[in-house]
């Protein structure tokens, strides 16, 4: 069946087909216009674990999303596919037996013991960053592999360390490109705890790649003195909570604010979505929550604003879902991840339909 033929006899209005990929879309990973790289990685977690469940708990939830978007009505025809495969397995498995030899290093270390002096502890340590390194490259050759099959390409976490490699690999593709940072924390610590490739420490890591030219940050609400430091960078760019909250009770509106984010961008953006920058009801079972935040529908109207701002978007990650006992974190990032796409094929000049508008008189 041609893909064609495969859009016309299936049913959007129906729950997605649960034998398929993401969505319930019927679509192969060649017949998908985006192409959803899967990293079910938390080796550094510092406080609340579950990240790497993170991709398997939004696959479960996208079955129940309703695919006719009022924004992009026709993007499930343009076809999402999650790239679960072998190598995910190994991450996945690679995620739990290195999470497990970090613990005795962290609690160490808030112990108040010098790692360095405890040569068993240090040899673990190497072996951390070694294999978060590895991944990095793998994930960079998994992006790259995608790319050069002409796919839109996307990463779901796994904590906020997994998109490393893959800005590595859009480095290779772009000379000039910011990042959009929605997140709680500024994740510029160097080394944090002794793991140089830490989930706090993927904005840091990224400033280390020539090609990111500006990262600009919305919605932080919690970092260390180190980070104030390396934010003082030309190329960092900070809207925290407090600045944004205090600018709309003194009459800023949630537009203007979204123009400015905006205006501080290259022209070229990848978007970083750490679940955690929105309001902790929306993620409650996230590692590392913070009091306040922005709302769903504050995320998506900068991302929409983005979309048609004349800016180009690269690509996105969205990182740091942790599910509970019940589906709500899963359901939220499913519907975040959807936007998303939406967001990125539209800004492509790829067909999504047109913006629904109800009657409202």
């Known amino acids: 069946m041609t893909k064609e033929q495969k859009i016309n006899s299936f049913d959007p209005s129906q729950p997605g087909l649960a034998d398929q990929s993401i969505f319930g879309l019927p679509f192969t990973a060649d017949e998908s216009e985006i192409i959803i790289i899967p990293v079910p990685w938390e080796v550094t977690v510092s406080y609340g674990a579950g990240a790497s469940e993170g991709p398997e708990a939004i696959l479960d939830a996208s079955f129940q999303v309703d695919l006719h978007h009022q924004e992009f009505p026709e993007l499930w025809k ?33 112990s108040g013991e010098a790692i360095e002096n405890n040569p068993k502890l240090q040899a673990d340590l190497d072996k951390i960053n070694k294999v978060c390194g590895d991944l990095n490259t793998e994930v960079r050759d998994r992006t790259l592999h995608w790319m050069g099959r002409g796919k839109k390409v996307v990463l ?4 906020h360390s997994t998109p490393l490699g893959y800005y590595q690999a859009l480095a290779t593709q772009h ?24 989930h706090a420490s993927i904005m840091y890591n990224a400033l280390q790649i020539p090609q990111v030219s500006k990262i600009v940050q919305v919605g932080i609400r919690d970092f260390c003195k180190q980070e104030v430091e390396v934010a003082q960078s030309d190329r960092v760019v900070v809207h925290t909570d407090m600045d944004l909250k205090a600018e709309s009770f003194q009459g800023m509106t949630w537009e203007m604010q979204c123009d400015n984010i905006i205006a501080a961008l290259p022209q070229k953006v990848t978007i970083s979505f750490d679940i955690d920058g929105m309001y902790s009801w929306y993620c409650p079972n996230t590692g590392t929550p913070v009091p306040g935040g922005f709302s769903f529908e504050q995320a998506t109207y900068l991302l ?13 990650d969205l990182v740091e ?16 991840l959807y936007h998303m796409c939406g967001v990125l094929a539209k800004n492509n000049g790829l067909e999504v339909g047109q913006k629904i508008n109800f009657k409202r008189n």
């Open 78 to 110: 343009l076809g999402m596919y999650l790239d679960l495969n072998e190598q995910t397995a190994k991450w996945n498995d690679d995620s739990a037996r290195y999470k497990n030899l970090a613990q005795p290093i962290i609690e160490a270390l808030e």
């Open 156 to 159: 779901l976490g796994g904590d």
């Open 175 to 198: 000379d000039n490109f910011g990042i959009l940072h929605l997140d709680a924390h500024m994740d510029l610590r160097i080394a944090y705890e002794g793991f140089k490739y830490s």
């Open 304 to 316: 929409s604003k983005l979309a048609g701002s004349g800016k180009e978007i690269i690509g996105f």
């Open 321 to 336: 879902v942790a599910p509970g006992d019940d589906d709500w974190d899963g359901n939220v990032g499913a519907r975040m």
